[in-house]
């Protein structure tokens, strides 16, 4: 099975950047399809980004589009995502998650997604 393992939250002032990381285990990660999820307390989990198997395919949701950027290195088993200008609404755990089945995933649905992993908390300040 695929394990996804998260890193780089923390807290920060509104307007400020972090960076998440998301190491995958696997020989097949190249071929798969790669999103964030987001999710605040009480709230439903929320799609973030996607990024297909050779980074051709990229989107974002509306809240995010413009400071957010997703990226990969296949070679690193790795995807990444660059939060700038963050806002408080931005508050979150932010869960990295694979789609086995599709090298490019087209609906930003949670049940598109088969593996995720254990969640990072981002907590933005005013």
């Known amino acids: 099975q695929v394990q996804l393992v998260e890193s780089g939250g923390g807290l920060v002032q509104a307007g400020g950047s972090l960076r998440l990381s998301c190491a995958a285990s696997?020989?097949?990660?190249?071929?798969?399809?790669m999103g964030w999820f987001r999710q605040a307390p009480g709230k439903e989990r929320e799609f973030v980004a996607t990024?297909?198997?050779?980074?051709?395919?990229?989107d974002y949701a509306d809240s995010v589009k413009g400071r957010f950027t997703i990226s990969r290195d296949n070679a690193k088993n790795t995807v990444y995502l660059q939060m700038n200008s963050l806002k408080p609404e931005d508050t979150a755990v932010y869960y990295c998650?694979?789609?086995?089945?599709?090298?490019?995933?087209?609906?930003?649905?949670?049940?598109?997604?088969?593996?995720w992993g254990q969640g990072t908390q981002v907590t933005v300040s005013s």
């Open positions: 998650t694979a789609d086995s089945k599709h090298g490019t995933s087209w609906y930003p649905y949670p049940s598109e997604y088969d593996y």
């Open positions: 696997g020989r097949t990660f190249s071929s798969y399809a």
């Open positions: 990024i297909s198997w050779n980074s051709g395919v990229t």
